[in-house]
């Protein structure tokens, strides 16, 4: 079985500024992925970014990166120059390559003040 | 843009009624998904149905049942409604070959048993 812990419930960060939320997981998988969603407060779920665990190299898409450390079974989410739209929920997830069930973290409410 | 619509955005039933969530996708996917949404628990798999009249039990599928008689559409039934089961539902899809294809989510329902 898959778990993911997000240790964080809530944090808030200064519009423009960098924040990293936490995730580690623990899988007896060899291969799988791992991903942070979105969910604003209109409740659409959306994706940010994803992360083959076989790749080294750190997945990143415009201002979001992630930090994979797979011996630790880490997979953080750094947000550079936060805006306010990124302020909402944010949950981490893992999924084995070789089925489609997501297993989700707790969540994180990130709110970005002006 | 792939498509995921749940019918209602907002329910109110009461105890003992019998109560069916309607979830519709238009992009031909073979995988779909109920989760429940609760604060501080993330999000839960219900059940899931990788084709037509098939499905899976998830983690929490105790006063769920689930139909998939078409390919586009996936109904979540609560037999008889407790208020244990308040909650906002989400619905999934994603392709049966996953590689690189997220799930895509509707916009949940949050719904209320009195």
């Known amino acids: 079985a898959q778990t993911v812990t997000q240790s964080q419930p809530e944090m808030s960060v200064q519009e423009a500024e960098t924040v990293t939320l936490s995730c580690t997981y623990d899988t007896s998988e060899s291969n799988y992925y791992l991903f942070w969603y979105k969910q604003p407060p209109s409740r659409q779920m959306i994706l940010v970014i994803r992360q083959e665990a076989y790749k080294q190299q750190n997945a990143t898409e415009n201002r979001f990166s992630v930090n994979f450390q797979k011996a630790a079974k880490s997979f953080s989410l750094k947000i550079s120059d936060s805006q306010l739209g990124d302020t909402a929920m944010y949950f981490c997830a893992s999924e084995h390559t070789s089925g489609s069930r997501l297993t989700f973290g707790e969540g994180t409410q990130l709110t970005v003040n002006p | 843009d792939v498509k995921v619509t749940q019918s209602s955005r907002y329910l109110v039933k009461r105890t003992g009624e019998k109560v069916f969530l309607e979830c519709v996708q238009d992009m031909d996917h073979e995988n779909m998904f109920w989760y429940r949404q609760d604060p501080g628990l993330g999000l839960r798999l219900i059940y899931f149905s990788y084709d037509v009249k098939m499905k899976e039990k998830g983690d929490i599928p105790e006063g769920y049942s689930v139909s998939r008689e078409k390919k586009e559409r996936f109904s979540l039934i609560l037999e008889s409604a407790s208020t244990n089961q308040t909650s906002m539902y989400l619905c999934?899809?994603?392709?049966?070959?996953?590689?690189?294809?997220?799930?895509?989510f509707g916009d949940g329902t949050r719904l209320s048993i009195l």
């Open positions: 999934a899809s994603s392709l049966l070959d996953r590689s690189n294809q997220p799930q895509h």
